[in-house]
Every structure is written in C-alpha cells, then in structure tokens.
C-alpha cells in the first residue's frame, strides 16, 4: 500500500511529501524542505532509505533540503525536468534562493542529478508518471503516483499560478493546464507546492488565470 506524508516547511510554507509503501523500508521525498521531521517519520515508521528526491521544479523553496539529505543519503539521486533543472540546482540566481534573507542555495556538486526516465517506477508495479507542465517555470512537472499527482507550483487550489519569475510563461502554463485538463476522470487528488490538497476532478483550472495575481 502506497502512502503520503505532507509536512509544511518552517522556512517558506511550502510542501514537502514523503511517499512510502508499507511493504518497503525506502521511501522517495518530493520536493524537501525542512529536513528533521522527515527523518523523525522515517524513523518512526522503521523506513531505512531515501530511494530518491523527486523535484516539481527548483525554486529554492522546494530545494532547500536536499543538501541536508544528500548527507545522509549521499548515493541518493535527485530527478529534475530537463537539462534547465540541473542548472536551477547549482545556481542561486536561477533559483532564486540569492535574493533571500536565507541566503543562497547551491546542490551540492557532487550530487547525482538524473533528468526523468521515460519510464520509473517507485516500486515494483508502481510508475511514476511525469507530465512536462511548463509555465510557473521551464523546469516544471506534475508527478503522477496512481491516485496522486504533485503539481509543485503549477496548480495551487485557489491561487493564481505564476508566470512573472524568470522562464514563465503564460502561454505555456495555457498548454500545461491542458495537460492537468486531460488527467481529469479519474479521482486524482492534488498535491500541491504550498496549502492543502484537493481533488482535480471538481477544480476549476482557470482559477489558475482568474484569481488576482500575487
């Protein structure tokens, strides 16, 4: 059985998940924020590994964690997007993480950094689906584990996305929401990137154009 842990982050509020599966001591982190309460749970619920940290995109608030993870998972990969998503990790600009009183956040260099498979599982019989969903930023996806999809910053419920940082785009986020459109029908809840969970099948996307800008 497939599980998830949301813990919001103390830094930045956005979302970290830990996915598990009873039958396994690994789990995979999405997005790792604060880093303490994961090991606490992984302690608690006698989980062992880190198989991988799986990236939405690399705005440093979804990033800040994982050089704190690689330490004690120093063979754990890091997935991301594209070519653009390995360099959002090593460079404080691109992830916006110099311009914060928190200072500057750079991935370790010696991290193994892997660009999505087209084919992964989690587990044996459980795929992780990517859906390339460009818009908040060119790096960005919705991760797909059967009835979970993690969208990072694309889709927050009631929230307008936004496409004003560096490589957004609204004409892409347009394309992406028809992507996270077609995924309707079949009982997905969302995870998202910051606040509470909800189900895709009753959101309205638009309210990703709609609702005021922040």
Same mark, same amino acid.
């Given at each position: 059985m497939v599980i998830c842990e949301r813990? /919001?982050? @103390?830094?930045? +509020?956005?979302n970290t998940y830990i996915i598990a599966c009873s039958e396994h001591?690994?789990?995979w982190i999405v997005d790792p924020g604060d880093t303490e309460v994961v090991f606490e749970w992984m302690q608690n619920h006698s989980k +062992? %590994? /880190? @198989? =991988?940290? %799986?990236? +939405? #995109? $690399?705005h440093f608030d979804h990033i800040y964690g994982i050089n704190n993870l690689l330490s004690r998972f120093p063979s754990c990969p890091v997935y991301v997007a594209n070519a653009f998503g390995k360099e959002v990790l090593s460079d404080p600009k691109k992830n916006g993480s110099k311009y +914060?009183?928190? $200072?500057? %956040? !750079? %991935?370790? &260099?010696d991290a193994s950094i892997d660009i999505y498979p087209q084919e992964m599982e989690l587990w044996e019989g /459980?795929?992780? &689906? /990517?859906h390339y969903t460009p818009g908040h930023s060119d790096d960005s996806v919705c991760l797909q584990v059967e009835g979970m999809l993690f969208t990072g910053d694309t889709l927050i419920k009631d929230m307008r996305t936004v496409t004003k940082l560096k490589t957004g785009s609204r004409e892409k986020l347009r394309e992406s929401l028809d992507v996270l !459109? @077609?995924? &309707? =029908? #079949? =009982?997905?809840?969302v995870y998202p990137g910051h606040e509470e969970l909800f189900e895709l099948d009753s959101y309205d996307l638009d309210n990703s154009w709609r609702m005021p800008a922040i």
């Open positions: 813990f /919001v982050n @103390s830094r930045f +509020t956005s001591d690994n789990v +062992t %590994i /880190v @198989s =991988g940290i %799986i990236l +939405t #995109h $690399g +914060t009183e928190e $200072g500057p %956040i !750079a %991935i370790n &260099k /459980v795929p992780l &689906k /990517v !459109a @077609s995924l &309707k =029908g #079949h =009982g997905l809840m």
